[in-house]
Antibody, heavy 122, light 108 residues
Framework: QVQLQESGPGLVRPSQTLSLTCNVS??????????WSWIRQSPGEGLQWLGY???????YYNPSLKSRLTMSLDASKNQFSLSLTSVTAADTAFFYC??????????????WGQGALVTVSS | DIQLTQSPSSLSASVGDRVTLTCRAS??????LNWYQQRPGKVPRLLIY???TLQSGVPARFSGSGSGTDYGLTISNLQPEDFATYYC??????????FGLGTRLEIK
């Protein structure tokens, strides 16, 4: 059973950088057929896809956030990470890491982490 | 970006009812439509992918249909644990995936 777990600071100051890590267990992030993703949800709001990475580390970002986002993965630790720069209160959200399955040109998020609430406040 | 409009935004129903939630895309998405369930305070859970393929472990009372721009999620014989918010997601444009704003299903 694949499990994902986010970790990182729960409070970030405005204009600073938000950094989160997702630890994956029960499967290797180097496995083919899966991309590793980040999704966020503002409290009481809907879901926003942030981006995903291939096992080789190729990144694909949401165009609306591309200038502020960086994702990376560490296969030796079986984990991947997110950085979001120049945060404002509008970036306050639950951040989820998720596995995106691919195959026959179907893409879907089949495993999710429990979510990490990050509040942007001074 | 492709916009997804879910309707209704909220719906009241009773245990045992059959309901259909709809998701309309701003352009043809060729069947690349997924559905997720999110119970209060919980993580989103994949129900259906590729319009109609049931994710492993999801009860058969959930079914998906549609094509082009119009898609539906039908829940038959509603159970107490089905009262949640449901989101559709398009993956036609994998470099700009989007979700709908959700339909909240409440107990009548």
């Amino acid at each position: 059973q694949v499990q994902l777990q986010e970790s990182g600071p729960g409070l970030v100051r405005p204009s600073q950088t938000l950094s989160l890590t997702c630890n994956v267990s029960g499967g290797s992030i180097s496995s083919g057929g899966y991309y590793w993703s980040w999704i966020r949800q503002s409290p009481g709001e809907g879901l926003q896809w942030l981006g995903y990475m291939s096992p080789s580390g190729t990144t694909y970002y949401n165009p609306s956030l591309k200038s502020r986002l960086t994702m990376s993965l560490d296969a030796s630790k079986n984990q991947f990470s997110l950085s979001l720069t120049s945060v404002t209160a509008a970036d306050t959200a639950f951040f989820y890491c998720a596995r995106m399955a691919t195959g026959y040109r179907k893409y879907y998020f089949d495993y999710w982490g429990q979510g990490a609430l990050v509040t942007v406040s001074s | 970006d492709i916009q997804l409009t879910q309707s209704p935004s909220s719906l009241s129903a009773s245990v045992g009812d059959r309901v259909t939630l709809t998701c309309r895309a701003s352009q043809n998405i060729g069947g690349h439509l997924n559905w997720y369930q999110q119970r209060p305070g919980k993580v989103p859970r994949l129900l259906i992918y590729g319009t109609s393929t049931l994710q492993s472990g999801v009860p058969a009372r959930f079914s998906g249909s549609g094509s082009g721009t119009d898609y539906g999620l039908t829940i038959s014989n509603l159970q107490p644990e089905d009262f949640a918010t449901y989101y559709c997601q398009q993956t036609f444009t994998t470099l700009s995936m989007t979700f709908g704003l959700g339909t909240r299903l409440e107990i009548k």
